[in-house]
């Protein structure tokens, strides 16, 4: 009997182990499908997400497209890392095909007399070096296929960590802004010669009645309004015509030995009266004794003019107009220095370009062209040299001008006519 006791409690014991056991399986059960729901919403979640980055990389990868303008990145290498379509249609190459290959070595790009430009002046290369922002004079790209097209180009680096890892270079074809842009030249230079000689002769005749005549104080006062206003016409035109001339490439450069000292003296001399009628103090000691170049005494002369002659025009009576000449070892670089009007700084990028005035130059003296500076800037440019400038609104400017000892021959049909701003 003992044992059979004993049997039936090991059967109980069973049937409570397995109800134990049961519970405990419904309790993993549940918990198991909780997670397994919990891991459900959280897959889906994923998908969703993943859903969503390549929607939203379609999306980025749509708009790239859509842009009309080219847009190549690379990488610290150079490298090309994206190219979209419009960059693939001017250049002539299929992005897949471009992508790890050096931009610098399969793109060529020539300056606008199709010279290559050297891979250390290449606008990315520049901006890898760490200039924040390039934008670069005109440049022509040569395509897949040998042809070449002008670009207007902006390159910006792409930053990460405060570090600069890549470029995004940004082009745009700008061949139809070329050919409006000739035929508006060669417009303004046909008009400028045929107003030229009459002009001359309107001066001409007006000064003979002038001195040959019988004529009242009222009438001579006439007379001299006339030659007065066919002299700033004819000084107009010149001005254009010299703009024609830059931009058809016709100006030549003939250097010749030049004391740039005595130079600079003679030309202060002719404008001592001026000075001394504006009440301006006219400063030129800052120079070495003596310090010849070759150069071309035309330009050096044009571009002395229109920044001393800025200078004079607007500093206020009492100013101070100053020339500091200094010599270094290839180059030399002249700094015409004033306290006048200065230019405001959310116009100071623009100063250069063609028909462009300060707002305040505007006010001071409103009969400019805004043309000066541009072909002082170009022909600086043809000496092979460089211009700059500092400027705060109220306090005056300083325009830097630097040239090499000697300057290039360059090849051209005509010169500048005039000597840049009269005063």
């Given at each position: 009997?003992?044992?059979?006791?004993?049997?039936?409690?090991?059967?109980?014991?069973?049937?409570?182990?397995?109800?134990?056991?049961?519970?405990?399986?419904?309790?993993?059960?549940?918990?198991?499908?909780?997670?397994?729901?919990?891991?459900?919403?959280?897959?889906?979640?994923?998908?969703?997400?993943?859903?969503?980055?390549?929607?939203?990389?379609?999306?980025?990868?749509?708009?790239?497209?859509?842009?009309?303008?080219?847009?190549?990145?690379?990488?610290?290498?150079?490298?090309?890392?994206?190219?979209?379509?419009?960059?693939?249609?001017?250049?002539?190459?299929?992005?897949?095909?471009?992508?790890?290959?050096?931009?610098?070595?399969?793109?060529?790009?020539?300056?606008?007399?199709?010279?290559?430009?050297?891979?250390?002046?290449?606008?990315?290369?520049?901006?890898?070096?760490?200039?924040?922002?390039?934008?670069?004079?005109?440049?022509?790209?040569?395509?897949?296929?040998?042809?070449?097209?002008?670009?207007?180009?902006?390159?910006?680096?792409?930053?990460?960590?405060?570090?600069?890892?890549?470029?995004?270079?940004?082009?745009?074809?700008?061949?139809?802004?070329?050919?409006?842009?000739?035929?508006?030249?060669?417009?303004?230079?046909?008009a400028a010669h045929q107003l030229r000689t009459p002009l001359t002769g309107i001066s001409w005749i007006a000064e003979i009645f002038l001195e040959n005549g019988r004529h009242t104080s009222k009438d001579k006062n006439y007379i001299k309004d006339i030659i007065f206003l066919a002299r700033r016409l004819n000084n107009l035109v010149e001005v254009l015509l010299n703009v024609s001339r830059i931009e058809s490439g016709r100006i030549g450069v003939k250097p010749e030995p030049v004391d740039l000292v005595e130079f600079i003296g003679d030309f202060l001399r002719e404008y001592k009266a001026v000075g001394e009628m504006q009440k301006l103090t006219i400063i030129f000691i800052k120079h070495p004794k003596k310090l010849v170049v070759v150069t071309d005494a035309n330009l050096l002369n044009y571009i002395l003019q229109n920044l001393f002659g800025n200078a004079l025009r607007y500093t206020p009576v009492g100013g101070t107009v100053e020339i500091v000449l200094e010599e270094k070892k290839n180059s030399v670089i002249f700094a015409v220095r004033d306290t006048g009007i200065g230019i405001p700084e959310k116009e100071k990028g623009s100063i250069f370009e063609k028909f462009v005035r300060a707002s305040n130059a505007v006010l001071t003296r409103p009969d400019g062209t805004g043309l000066g500076l541009f072909i002082a800037q170009e022909s600086v440019r043809l000496l092979g040299g460089k211009v700059w400038f500092k400027s705060k609104e109220g306090e005056g400017s300083t325009f830097y001008v630097e040239l090499p000892i000697i300057s290039e021959v360059k090849s051209g049909e005509v010169g500048l006519i005039g000597n840049g701003h009269k005063i």
């Open positions: 009997m003992p044992k059979i006791k004993n049997r039936e409690k090991t059967t109980e014991q069973l049937k409570e182990d397995l109800r134990k056991t049961r519970e405990e399986l419904a309790i993993q059960k549940w918990g198991l499908e909780k997670t397994l729901g919990g891991m459900k919403i959280l897959v889906a979640e994923l998908i969703q997400k993943g859903k969503d980055v390549e929607n939203a990389k379609a999306k980025d990868d749509a708009l790239l497209e859509s842009i009309g303008d080219g847009v190549i990145a690379v990488d610290m290498d150079g490298k090309i890392i994206l190219m979209n379509k419009s960059a693939q249609e001017m250049l002539g190459w299929h992005p897949e095909s471009m992508v790890g290959k050096i931009f610098h070595d399969t793109v060529a790009i020539e300056d606008e007399k199709g010279v290559a430009i050297p891979i250390e002046k290449r606008p990315t290369y520049l901006v890898l070096a760490g200039t924040t922002i390039t934008t670069g004079p005109t440049y022509q790209y040569v395509r897949k296929d040998k042809t070449k097209f002008p670009v207007a180009i902006k390159t910006s680096p792409i930053i990460l960590d405060r570090k600069i890892v890549g470029a995004v270079e940004v082009f745009r074809d700008i061949t139809r802004e070329k050919e409006i842009d000739k035929a508006k030249t060669e417009f303004v230079s046909l």
